[in-house]
């Protein structure tokens, strides 16, 4: 009789597939937007921009990567027990900078120097919106998902780091 938890788990090439892609895409933009690479069009944005939108996709490939690597399928949101600590902190990082990654776009958006044209569809009705609306609908906007990257956080210190013999501590 085995022990379940040595088992190796059935991977999941779908994901680790998906996860290269966003990972190679990613990596393509950070070095486009850092000036290595030729850009495939005109930029509307710095380069710095540019960077953290392509990590933002490099750090979502590596966290879908691990999924598809721990055979985690929709269902499952935390990495099984056991999971070796590497693993469980990069997914973890990856996550956090995703969601920083957007947190600095969005307050770019809001709070950046220089003009913004924005523009909304809604059903049949659409068009362009004031510079100060869209501004002020992306401040408040970011200013969610940077609360929600204090959360998170948060929560992952404790779960990486918090006291072990303490069950309510997790």
Known sequence: MSDVTSQTPKR???LLGIGALCVAGGLYFALVGLGVLKPPSRTNAPGWVIVVCGLVFFAGGIAVTVRGWLGMDDKVQDVPAGTPIALRMATALA?????????????????????????FSMGFISGSASEIIGRVVFG???????????????????????????????
Do not use: C, H, Y
Request: aromatic content about 14%.
């Open 12 to 14: 999941d090439t779908m």
């Open 140 to 170: 408040f906007g970011a200013v969610i998902v940077w609360l929600f990257v204090i959360a998170m956080a948060r929560k992952n210190f404790k779960e990486l780091f918090g006291n072990k013999a303490d069950p309510t501590s997790r």
């Open 95 to 119: 996550g956090l900078a995703v969601a920083v990654g957007l947190a600095l776009v969005g307050t770019w958006i809001a709070f950046g120097g220089g003009p913004r044209q924005f523009s």
